[in-house]
């Protein structure tokens, strides 16, 4: 399956990976549908790609799903998405400042993990009901998971368990929809440029990139969606997650 003339939803579409997504998707003549909670860039995005911006909580049944129906009313169908909405944090389960909070882990993995699984469920719901292409095709679903889920270092219990799940859920999801004619598909970026990245000191993205084998360097946004519309293109990708991070390892630290 391609981007031409089809809708693909990309979540965290106003920034870094995901906006990097929408413009590999409009490039390649499709319809970019931005969900973000940042109105300003999202809006932003979505104008300069002649795409549509919904600004949603992904973790928000109502919100996402409102965000659905939309972009099935402006382009017909949905034939994609793309979950690259996510937030991070970095709090040890006992530390100076006491026991890790309950209450910031279940934030995490709500945004994180249960975010992504309610746009998978609702987008997958949609694309079901699609004409099939010649591969027998309705749709593809790539998520954004972490080398985390596998190198989760100090301070990332919450972060690396909803990176985890997220690569956990891929086959069965796949299997799922397998009969539907879905693909799913997930990413585990390694340390990339986005737009958190670039704050960081010059010394700091420099002993970053030489930690990576090769290239020796930070990723960057485009080599994401590179990756993504090779995902979307290819048939037989489904059910497996990618490791994009140029054979990193990460330590403990």
Request: charged share 20%; hydrophobic share 45%; with cysteine.
């Amino acid at each position: 399956m391609n981007f031409d003339n089809k809708a693909i939803i990309i979540t965290g579409g106003g920034s870094g990976l995901g906006e990097a997504t929408a413009r590999a998707v409009a490039a390649a003549g499709g319809f970019p549908v931005i969900l973000d909670l940042n109105e300003e860039k999202g809006q932003a995005v979505a104008e300069e790609l002649k795409g549509v911006f919904f600004q949603i909580n992904v973790a928000k049944e109502e919100e996402v799903q409102t965000a659905i129906h939309g972009a099935v009313e402006k382009y017909g169908a949905i034939h994609g998405v793309v979950n690259c909405a996510g937030l991070g944090t970095s709090t040890r389960v006992v530390g100076k400042k006491g026991v890790f909070p309950l209450d910031e882990f279940n934030f995490v993995v709500q945004v994180n993990l249960v975010g992504t699984f309610n746009v998978i469920r609702l987008a997958a719901a949609a694309m079901v009901n699609n004409e099939p292409n010649e591969h027998g095709e309705r749709g593809v679903i790539v998520n954004t998971a972490s080398v985390a889920a596998f190198d989760g270092q100090i301070g990332q219990a919450a972060y690396s368990a909803s990176k985890a799940g997220i690569v956990g859920m891929t086959l069965p999801i796949a299997r799922d929809l397998a009969s539907y004619g879905v693909r799913v598909m997930t990413i585990a970026p390694g340390i990339f440029n986005t737009p958190l990245m670039a704050m960081a000191p010059q010394e700091v993205k420099d002993a970053l990139g030489k930690q990576i084998p090769f290239p020796s360097r930070l990723g960057e946004a485009p080599e994401f969606a590179h990756l993504v519309q090779s995902i979307f293109e290819n048939p037989m990708l489904n059910g497996e997650t990618i490791r994009l991070d140029g054979a990193i390892r990460m330590g403990p630290r």
